[in-house]
């Protein structure tokens, strides 16, 4: 296989020199002309049967798109997998998996918190006829029973940046599919699939968009369950945009570069920021990234009003730094004791680092920071967990100021 950096810009436009172009077309019809009935007959059967692409030219835009295509086929390669199927959203790519699962009467699933809080809702209201069981990793091979059709990690997860070992958990799964949410990590910093997890969930909106201008969801799987996926989108109608697609299509091909780039930065402002006596806690995953989250001593919503440069906005993954109070937004839909027990306290922030000058993205957080209350007596920072385990943060000694 080529280097990362190299399928990231190569993946998907393997055959554009061969056409006389450069830049990937965008093919925004929505049906195509064809005077072979039979043949195209022929194609929708064996979609029907299997859900693999039809063969020759398209057929409708509900059952495929080239353009939607092309991306799809560049994030299977960067995550390692035989195939990836595309939807309109995250959620709307979770939705499939779980529809997938609970048709073959598989409806119960096993989770780890916390997850992204809509991934959260939609287990536990059952909308799609699901049932949920929340444990921990340790408790993943008791809780499985013979209707379990699905486990669901996210790691690190939105918003904690908690850690799971994905080896462990894949084991303890047994023959049960593992689904990883990779959306913080990217295939940059980790490709779960090589850890054992047989699907992998991106919210395509964040970093492999990468500048907060397409709204998507992606699953990265082996053929059989990508047929299947495939199916379930076309009989729900979940689909791609066209133009979607060849934006996700330029995103990859700087993912790397704007992922290391934006972990440094992110790194630089968590060191600075378990050194402040004004946060409380530091969250930073063991495996880096563009993400952090903490608590602060004082009031949160008085930093959301106070930055200037930093943007306060839900999503993450932009070229621009955001910032959100998960309580408030991104996991208010969870119930207040779930949501707590996962450690996602009124206190924490959740801020998606960008590509800008970390010293000005300090700055402007300084300020909002401002004149927060200082507590000399426990500053705390991250610490990575024991493998297996969810992360977590632990005490650190106080550093004098």
Known sequence: MRALATEAVHAGRDDLARQGLHAPPIDLSTTYPSYDSRGEAARIDAFATTGADPEGPPVYGRLGNPTVARFETALARLEGTESAVAFASGMAALSAVLLVRSSLG?????AVRPLYGCSDHLLTAGLLGSEVTWTDPAGIADALRPDTGLVMVESPANPTLAEVDLRAVAHACGSVPLLADNTFATPVLQRPVEQGARLVLHSATKYLGGHGDVMAGVVACDEEFAGRLRQVRFATGGV???LAGYLLLRGLSTLPVRVRAASANAAELARRLTADPRIARVHYPRIGGAMIAFEVHGDPHEV??????????????SVDTLIQHPASISHRIVDEGDRREAGVSDRLLRMSVGLEDVEDVWTDLD???????????????????????TSHSTPAPAIGH
Do not use: E, F, Q
Not at 305 to 317: D, F
Not at 367 to 389: E, S, T, V, W
């Open 106 to 110: 598989l409806r119960h699933v096993v």
């Open 240 to 242: 791609l945009h066209p």
């Open 304 to 317: 959301i009003a106070g930055v200037r440069l930093i943007t306060p906005a839900v999503s993450l993954g």
């Open 367 to 389: 300020n909002a920071l401002g004149a927060m209350p200082l507590r000399g007596a426990g500053l705390h920072r991250y610490a990575a967990p024991p493998r297996g385990a």
